[in-house]
Structure formats: C-alpha cells, structure tokens
C-alpha cells in the first residue's frame, strides 16, 4: 500500500517539474542518439578475427568473425557498457581455469568438514563436541559402494561415540519414500566406516538420506544427516565413449568426444583444459538438444581464452563430465558416468589461436538495449565493485549509500564472538 | 563446579532453542511452511508437501485456494509483455518463500516483477528454478531487458537457472543479498529445520548446494554480491567466519572454496561473481538483508 501510494504521488502533475523532465529527457534522447551513431562509426573498422574483415550486418555468432560490438576502452561508452562489455570477452559458461577454481578441478566433492554439536555450547572450544558425517562424493553414478564416514572430537581430541543409529532412504519430491535400509557403522581408526551398496536403491534416481543418531554421551544425542545422489544403471541417459578428438576452428580450439545417447533431451556436458604440465587453462560447456543418433559432442575452448593463458600445447582434455536436464522434474538431472582420465590434443602455435572477444547476436542485442536506454534516459545503474581497504574500488558510484567499513574490526576476537554485534 | 558447568550449558542450550525458535519466525515471515506447487500438477491438486493444500486447476482462482506459481506456471502468466521493448526488475526470494513477498524495487522506467517461485518443498531448487525460467523467457528476451535481484535461496535458484539453460536472456546484471549459494553449514540438521521450517531447508547444504549447478556457469551475465554480519549468536557460534546468522561469507560473498573469512572480497570467487561496495559487509541480519541491495541502488 504503501509503495503504491508513493507512486501515485510521484506521479502528480507539477507543470514546472514535468516541463523539466521533458526538455530533460529530450536532450538526453538527442545526446543519446549521436553518442550511438558516434560508436558505430567508431567501430565500424574495430579489428576482426583471423577470418578478416567480414559484413558488417552478418549475423554470425562465430567467435572468429568479429561483429561491430563496441569495444571495451571507448571512451565513448557509458560504463555500464563498457563492464558489460569487459565482463564478456569470453563466451557464456567458459573461462580462465586457475589451481583456485576448486569446484572445477576437483568436481563432485564434497565440503562438510566437523561442526559443533549445539548442545554442547561453550566458549572453551575444547568443552565442545564436534561431528563430522561424509563421504567422498555428492554424484554416484551406477552401482558404487558408499562409504559413509563418521568422527567424533571433544575440541581437537577425537572421541568414541557410544553408539550410532543409523539408516539411509530414498527422497521423493513429497519427502522420503520406501522402506530405510539400516546401516552399520564400525570403528576403523578414529572414525566410524558404514557401507552402503547404491544397488539397493536400484529403482531410485534422486537423493538418498543417511540419517544417524549419534550418542555423543551418556544419554546425550544428536541426529546428523547427510545426502547424496545416485543414479542407478538403469537412469544412465548416456555414456561417453572414449574417443576423444581435436581441431582447431576459427581461432579456438574444438574438442570432439565421442557419446552414445539412450535418452535423448537437453544435456550439459563440461570439461577442463590442462596443459602438458598439469597447470589448468580454461574450462568450457556444452549445452543442447542431443538424440540417439548424435556420436559426437563438441565442446569448444575459446581462442581467447587459450591466448591469455599463453600456455603451450599440446593440451590435456580432462574432467569431462555431463548430465541430461530434466526441467521442471525433480529430480531433474540423470547424470553421465565420467569420462576417466586426460586425454591429449594435437600441438598448435600460440598464435593459432585468435585474440578476438566473443561476439554474438545476443551480446549485439544487448549492446544496443543498452545503448537504447541511454538514448531514451534511462539510467544504467550498476553497484561498484567491493574493493578491499587500500585499493580503489571499480565501477561507477551509483546512487547508494557507501559500505560499513568503519565498523569495528575486533583483531583476534574469538570466531564466536565474531557476528554477536 | 562440573554441576555449575552443565547448569550453564543447558541455560545456554535453552536460550539457543527459544532463540532460534524466535528467529525462525522471523525468518519465515517471508513463506513458511511446505507449500504446494503447480510444477508438473497443472489442473490438479499442488505437488509437493503442499502444506497449504493449494490446487493448480481452473476453478482455484474463484475458490482463491490456488498454489502461488498457478498463474506462471499453469497460465504462462507471468505479468510481464514479451519482446514488448520493455524493462523489467525480477525479484526472486528466498528458502521457505513462494515468491518476494515484500517491498519490490521502484526505478523510473521499469516494471518490478515478483517471482512466485515456490522453494519450500524437497524439489524446491528444482521447481523454482524451471519457474524462474518461465518469467526469463518472458520477460528478458527479445527487445526486453531486465535486472535480477535475488535473495538467500534465490541465489541458487538462479545459478541452476543459468546453468541449466541454453538460451541468453537479456539480464544486465544480477544482484544478490545474503546469496546461499555456497550453501549454509546450518543445514541438514534441526536447526536449520527451525529456521526455515519447510522441507527446503534441509536441501542448503554446502556439499548439496555446491553441486547441483555449475557456479561458474552465469550464462555471460555478471553476479554481484552482498553480505550482512550481525549474525544471532546462536547461529554465528555453528557457521565459519563472518556470516548474518543464516550465511556465512564464503556463500554470501561468492568465494569459491568453503573458507572461514571476514570479507566478502576473499577469493577466488566463481568466474562472473563479484562482491559490491563494500568487503566488510552490513550490520544487518539475514532477514535484514533481503532489501538490502535495492535499498543501495536507490531503486
């Protein structure tokens, strides 16, 4: 109610103020319009791909044939187009690969690590008991045995539980579903090892739930849980092949992998780009409609990319992973076995590979929307980059109000003081 | 003085459950409890836990008993005119929530759209996400543009939505409060039960979470992000580092690698994610958060 009564008083005539507007709006319009007309011309002869100069008007999405995509550093450019320029040199759902994209390296991992048992409170760290329950992936794909592992540590120390009630279930869309499967946990060193066989659940696609009553203490306990994926044999929608080939097209470098479709629909493939070395350079996606007679995925590393990173091939093709998307079913993906291993390109120059950014018929799209608002008067509001204290933050000031970096920092205020302001 | 100890510990212990029990209200102020939803249920009763028992067929508009995403999702009615030239702010809420649900952005010029997009049911990821793609189709494509501001939940919903689609809407940016992208520690155990009291919950688990899409897939749109401190104590004491009592800042702030941290600038993020204005974050609490970053960009 209050919103809307706010517009509507907004929205009073005031004949001074609307003539203003007006006469504002229209020159920003005019200035709009020439600072269009001033980038076209300005980009019209920007450098192209190693294809060459191509037509102006083709709309072509190959990354090789550069487009009149205004370039970043114009000075021309209102700076939300030129960061959203800046922010897309590369094509969507690919980039740099450094050793700090753990998630891609190591994909399918797993992050719990011991947590506090909250009725233990205490600020003497080591009066509290911590639990962990893991295990070493989120995706299983087949048949697999799960390890399940459980620890228990009074502050650093480990402790034995006394006893541990555990069993694992199916998860529906409605909750769990079907009988549990009890599972026994043993201690090995100072953990507690349970080993569950995916082939029990070898009708259900989705998650499982271990759910684990924990005595900590006499007559103390704490319920933990913990989920995981499975997909059994029989939800496999497709599977690599193995054959993996290379070649270089339009200044990037295509890699094909061989695929046998069972399921035909929308599917997304990923995979990781090494060079000889090991040291990661790029990762890439490939997402669309695949059918049974499609032998070959191709996924494409931007030459860009591979031109930044400046290292040298031959490359290794690895992590190479993917799933069929079930949209708007739950669960809503039936994931691929991995194809194992690393997997070697041919050798090309450096300079095979071109510098040009991504272009496209959408990011011209969103160019000129962008530009159009402009025109009209719009404002192109962006947040400013955070900028850790002593650096400058990027980005141009918007209408908001600045963080709270005067807040007191509390140097080597215990971590459970920590967020009790 | 062993006696005196337990004594203190079990006031504690009680204090954290009020305590929680408190803030779990709070929290669920903006959904609630398990809610149906219209997602693969159109003409029929809502799927789901369907809590509210909330239908999906024709007559449920005259009835007033229909599921929140019933006009999106069974109607392809999202409020918003495709390729119609038109600018459009999206808001998506957060876990437990069937849409926004509250003060939506005001700026000259575009059309502020509320995402009903049920997160409160085990598929909640899931059925938000597909929902979330039915007003992206809508109301980003052609001759539209749009802004998406998201929050808690909404970050994920969103992630899975870029991941999982082919197609490039025409979203400027995106702007995330609180994201739980990076999933909360407090879930998968009771707590997390009492803090958002709908089966969703259970699913922000940093393994769950960090999974279910590929984070640095934004289809080419670029991510900011804010984060509040001013955590509960009862929470901040179960999350690692900085956190507002829900998230703690390695989910908030993007940061790639589950890490205890103090600034939402700690990297490496995921590729297209960036932190916004400021490192050290708000002195607000999770449900503080929510308008938090419409409130900065004057909107």
Known sequence: MTRASDERDSARPRDAAALARRLAWLSAALIGLALAGLILLRTSGAARGPGGPGPVAAPAPDPARARPTPATGDAALPPAVERYLANTVYPPGSGRLTTEHADLIEPNARYEDFRPIPETFSMDADEVVQVRLTTDRYFYTGDHEVRLALALRLGERPIPALGIQAHATREGRAGPEGDPVALEFRPEGDDYLAVLDTARFADHLGPIVVDARIEYAPDRFHDEQLRFYSTPEGRIPARFTGGVSDALESGSLRVDLGIDVDQPGFYRIDANLFDAAGRPIAFSSWKGDLERSDRVVSVGFFGRILHDAALAGPYRVGNVRGYRFLDGQYPDREPMPDLPGLHATRSFPLDAFSDAAYTSAHKENMVRLLLEDAARGLTLDQPPLAAPAGTTSAGAASTAEPGDASRPAPPGAPELMRGTR | ?299
Not at chain 2, 9 to 33: K, S
Not at chain 2, 34 to 56: E, I, K, P
């Open chain 2, 1 to 299: 003085m062993r006696n005196g100890r337990r004594l203190v510990r079990h006031v504690a212990w009680l204090a954290i459950t009020i305590a929680a029990f408190w803030g779990g209200a709070a929290m669920a102020g903006v959904g609630g409890d398990d809610a149906g939803t219209c997602v693969n249920a159109c003409g029929g009763y809502g799927a789901g836990n369907n809590g509210n028992s909330c239908y999906c067929d024709a007559s449920c508009t005259s009835y007033g008993d229909c599921c929140a995403d019933y006009q999106p999702v069974c109607n392809a009615n999202t409020g918003c005119s495709p390729n119609s030239g038109s600018r459009y702010i999206l808001h998506v809420g957060g876990m437990c929530s069937q849409g926004w649900n509250t003060t939506l952005a005001s700026k000259a010029g575009y059309t502020s759209i509320d995402v009903k997009a049920v997160q409160t049911n085990h598929s909640g990821l899931s059925d938000a996400s597909h929902t979330l793609g039915l007003y992206l189709d809508q109301c980003c494509t052609g001759s539209n543009l749009c802004y998406v501001i998201n929050y808690s939940g909404g970050d994920a919903v969103m992630g899975h939505r870029f991941a999982n689609s082919g197609t490039n809407w025409n979203v400027n940016w995106v702007g995330t409060s609180a994201g739980a992208g990076g999933g909360s520690a407090l879930s998968g155990n009771f707590l997390a039960d009492i803090f958002g009291p709908c089966d969703y919950s259970g699913h922000l688990g940093r393994s769950e979470v960090r999974n279910a899409y590929n984070h640095n897939d934004t289809n080419g749109e670029t991510v900011y992000h804010i984060g509040g401190y001013d955590g509960w104590w009862y929470t901040s004491w179960l999350l690692p580092g900085e956190d507002d009592g829900a998230v703690a800042y390695h989910s908030a702030g993007a940061v790639s690698a589950v890490t205890s941290t103090s600034s939402l600038c700690t990297t490496p993020k995921w590729t297209n994610h960036h932190a916004a204005w400021t490192c050290t974050g708000y002195d607000l609490d999770h449900y503080g958060m929510k308008t938090k970053f419409i409130q900065n960009m004057g909107w």
